[in-house]
């Protein structure tokens, strides 16, 4: 399996490691639904050093980012991230991923740890078959690690180790700056629905970098958070994730993900695809469940409309915040308004659930 | 980790505390800690009838469900209505305010058959 610059850090702090996607990673250090709580009311440290960095560089780094994704980069200023996808020429999902806009000629794309190898032969064949040139694509995973510091302390916390005033980088902004004395982006990001942000730095001063952090955010009640975690954190934020609620096989325009499905862009890869299937009217939409009755709707479960069989469960958890079911499921467009009352399959039970907007949890 | 001594215990990782004909049933420390924090159990009906070794309920956690197996045969008397509301009693004392269910056994001669302490503490030790 393969290992973050972290991997015996995790180990020393009692963290339970899992496979997740090839590597070996922290599930839970304290508890799952401890370290939810800590980052929706204080902070946590995530490492997530096993996401890919691919970046993009040459006088035509946007023109060909802007035929390989679906949302509009031309919309980015210098120091901006914006939340895009890759499609496939059908439709489906390549990958979901967050864009970092250096200036026009350098970008980075932070993506999916599963998919970083997919995505990277992905984007060279997306170059070459549109035969532009003075675009240069590389693969720069192995020299990040990323941390994540989230929760309404990170500010507070990140600001003890730098002198860059983080007051100033907005919402999906980032700089790049001094932590601890080290150089590394600082991006105002995040999966988890909190203030915080993402640190990428070189592999080589991970550990030392991880434990300031560790240090400076012991007196604010920070924890190390895991992998079991972060799912719980997204999923009450209604946030997808690549596999359960994007897909091959799934459309953006299916997933939720109109908002940043720019149709009226010059053509990208899966433009057509996309621009049919919304004409034709789009078959199957993604909904939150909140469940109306104690029982834990999981990935797989089938959702009804009374005796129909309408979808199916693509994330599902009981939403520590909330101490109810909670799940994101993909199902027939005529029955994703909000109030819908459907049923999920639990087991032999049908258990009433109720159709809402994301986030559960504001 | 605690194994006590006066408990029965399966491959599955549940105990047992026989009390004459009357088996009360839960899951191992070793179970709830693989576990971690859970969020859900169902039991079974009271008078539901049991076979050894089958499911008769299952403990959730966050990210996982798990299938509770019935070590002895018998008649489900009494369930621990505590674990509806508060399923971490599970987490924090799994031997003795998380008890599951309690069976009228059929055949108390099949609590015998199952393991002691130190056989499970042993078990452990291997799968660890």
């Not at chain 1, 996309?274 to 009217?281: E, F, P, R, T």
């Not at chain 2, 004459?20 to 924090?37: H, K, M, S």
Request: with cysteine.
């Amino acid at each position: 399996m393969k290992k973050t610059p972290l991997n015996q850090v995790h180990r020393e702090l009692g963290a339970r490691m899992v496979d997740f996607g090839g590597w070996d990673m922290p599930v839970q250090y304290s508890g799952v639904i401890e370290e939810h709580l800590a980052v929706r009311h204080a902070a946590g440290i995530f490492d997530v050093s096993h996401m890919g960095e691919i970046e993009v560089s040459g006088d035509n780094a946007l023109e060909f980012i802007q035929r390989l994704t679906i949302n509009d980069a031309a919309k980015l200023v210098d120091g901006q991230v914006q939340y895009s996808a890759m499609c496939y020429p059908e439709g489906g999902v390549v990958d979901d991923v967050t864009l970092y806009r250096f200036k026009d000629t350098h970008l980075l794309f932070c993506v999916n740890a599963s998919n970083t190898d997919k995505d990277f032969a992905w984007m060279q064949q997306v170059l070459t078959e549109s035969a532009l040139s003075n675009v240069v694509l590389s693969n720069r995973s192995a020299e990040f690690a990323q941390f994540a510091l989230q929760g309404p302390q990170a500010e507070e916390i990140l600001s003890t180790l730098t002198g860059v005033r983080l007051a100033d980088i907005a919402y999906y902004h980032f700089c790049e700056g001094e932590v601890a004395g080290i150089k590394m982006i600082i991006s105002r990001t995040g999966y988890t629905g909190e203030d915080g942000f993402e640190l990428y730095m070189p592999s080589s001063t991970a550990v030392e970098i991880w434990k300031q952090l560790m240090s400076a955010g012991s007196g604010y009640g920070m924890l190390p958070i895991g992998l079991g975690a972060r799912d719980t954190l997204r999923l009450e934020k209604g946030y997808a994730l690549y596999g359960h609620e994007l897909s091959r096989e799934i459309s953006p325009l299916e997933a939720g993900l109109a908002w940043i499905t720019k149709l009226d862009k010059d053509d990208f890869v899966g433009k057509a695809a996309l621009v049919a299937q919304k004409s034709a009217g789009v078959p199957r939409r993604r909904v939150g469940l909140m469940m109306q009755e104690r029982g834990i709707p999981r990935e797989g479960y089938p959702v009804f409309a009374g005796e129909r069989e309408v979808g199916v469960v693509t994330s599902g958890t009981m939403s520590p915040s909330l101490k109810v079911g909670i799940a994101l499921a993909l199902v027939d467009s005529e029955v994703a308004q909000f109030d819908t009352d459907l049923t999920v399959a639990v087991r032999n039970h049908r258990m009433r659930a109720r159709v809402v907007r994301p986030p559960f949890v504001k | 980790m605690e194994f006590p001594e006066e408990l029965k215990y399966t491959e599955e990782h549940e105990w047992v505390m026989v009390e004459e004909d009357l088996a009360v049933v839960g899951i191992t420390d070793f179970a709830q800690e693989a576990l971690g924090d859970v969020v859900f159990v169902e039991l079974p009906a009271v008078g539901t009838v049991l076979e050894a070794g089958k499911a008769f309920g299952v403990v959730e956690s966050v990210k996982a469900v798990s299938d509770i197996y019935a070590p002895v045969s018998g008649t489900v008397e009494e369930i621990n209505d505590d674990l509806v509301d508060a399923p971490e009693i599970i987490n924090t004392s799994p031997y003795e305010d998380g008890w599951m269910i309690k069976i009228r056994m059929s055949d108390a001669a099949e609590a015998e058959d199952l393991m002691n302490a130190d056989a499970y503490q042993a078990l452990i030790a291997e799968e660890s």
